[in-house]
């Protein structure tokens, strides 16, 4: 309570500056927890938001256009990378000389050092069938600058996959190819010698193979669990939007050893992985659309992508669901907060700090793009706000403990 209660003085000294200087301030919203800023940036969706020891946040990539094929150049993709204070409310722009293509459903995680490793996603410039397989890493701390990390994965280029932190190694599990569809495979990166291992091959795992899911490792790293995101029956070709929870006992990971646990309060997809230190997965937001969704036209059609997404039946959330991941997941998940006053949206980046401050960037509200935000929203002490429990434990690399 004493850090929350630091750092809140913090805040209140650099709204003072902020204003003061006529620069980004932080507004409290009326009858709520909640504060709200904007951002400099063009609104957009699809960016990824990781934290640092020192309570910035780094913010990378995404897409401000109207999916229409490779015309619209990889959607308007941009490789720009952010810095965020939330203390001062200050952003710093880093994309200048970034080496790495225009991306979205690209993935991103962070280690304890503040290694920022970023991979995969679409789609090669003019080529929106052909997604990424390269990895990344960037080290602002250190003053380490972007680098090409020589491995090279045991699968093709893929986009809306889930990467998960454990120890010294990233699991990365489904996504989407355009080869193969949505997919389920559970694949290991070893980060001390770059050396991938195949945990399971795509249609080994009792669950649905999906793309735009989410994954997250329990504190103690024992359960991997995956949740939400979307299918496409290899049949039918119609998609559907997924709320089933499942996990499976680390290392192994063996295919069969896959349990369900339950599921969330309604199927969604593009859901934000945010933890708080004592071990509770957070869920916030996402879309859906009608499960008989098909698409009828190929990626390249510019016009017939637009009008496939102007008549889908698309719905976005504001809702908070919680799971403690300490206890296995077993009592699955609960609503912590039902309507938050953030506008509901998807495809958003989203952390928790290491003061335990939760904080929202951007994201969409239309189907297929468009409705895109530049907005900020922050939830100080975000366990306490959400009565959830705030003893912290250790997390095995995972950069979310209180201090």
Partial sequence: MMVASHFRQHLVVAIAASL?????????????????S????????????????????ILMGGQAGEHGGGLFDCFNCTNHV??????????????????????????AVVTKDDTVWLMFGCCEPEKPTVMFNDVWTFNPTLGHEWHKVPTTP?????????????????????????????????????????????????????WKHRADHASAISPDGN??????????????????????????????????????????NAARSSVPVVATSSGWLLALGGHFVTDDEKMETSQEDREGMIEHHR?????????????????????????????????????????????????????????????????????LNAAVA???????????GHDLDEL
Wanted: no cysteine.
């Fill in 223 to 264: 359960w991997l669990f995956i949740y939400a995101g979307q299918h496409r029956d290899d049949k039918t070709g119609n998609w559907f939007r997924l709320k089933d929870t499942w996990r499976v006992a680390l290392p192994r990971a063996r295919p069969n050893a896959w349990q369900e646990i339950g599921s969330l």
């Fill in 311 to 379: 008549k889908g039946n698309f719905k976005v959330y504001n809702d908070i669901l919680a799971m403690d991941m300490t206890n296995g997941g077993k009592d699955g998940w609960k609503v912590v907060e039902e309507n938050a006053p953030w506008p509901a949206r998807d495809d958003f980046g989203a952390v928790m700090i290491k003061s335990g401050a939760m904080i929202l960037f951007g994201g969409g509200t239309v189907y297929g793009g468009g409705g895109y935000l530049n907005d900020v929203w922050m939830l």
């Fill in 154 to 206: 045991p699968f093709e280029g893929i986009q809306a996959t889930s990467v998960a932190i454990r120890h010294n190694e990233l699991w990365v599990v489904g996504g989407w190819s355009q080869s193969r569809g949505t997919l389920s495979q559970v694949t290991v990166l070893a980060l001390a010698d770059l050396h991938w291992t195949v945990k399971s091959d795509h249609g080994k795992v009792p």
């Fill in 82 to 107: 952010w810095s965020f204070d939330p203390i001062a409310e200050s952003w710093t722009n880093l994309s200048k000389d970034v080496p790495w293509d225009p991306r979205w459903g690209h993935s």
């Fill in 20 to 36: 003061a200087a006529q620069i980004w301030a932080w507004n409290h919203v009326d009858g709520s927890s909640w504060l709200e």
């Fill in 38 to 57: 904007e951002a400099p940036w063009v609104p957009h969706t699809g960016s990824i938001a990781v934290p640092l020891q020192n309570n910035s946040v």
């Fill in 386 to 396: 959400l009565k959830l429990p705030v003893k912290p434990v250790s997390h095995h």
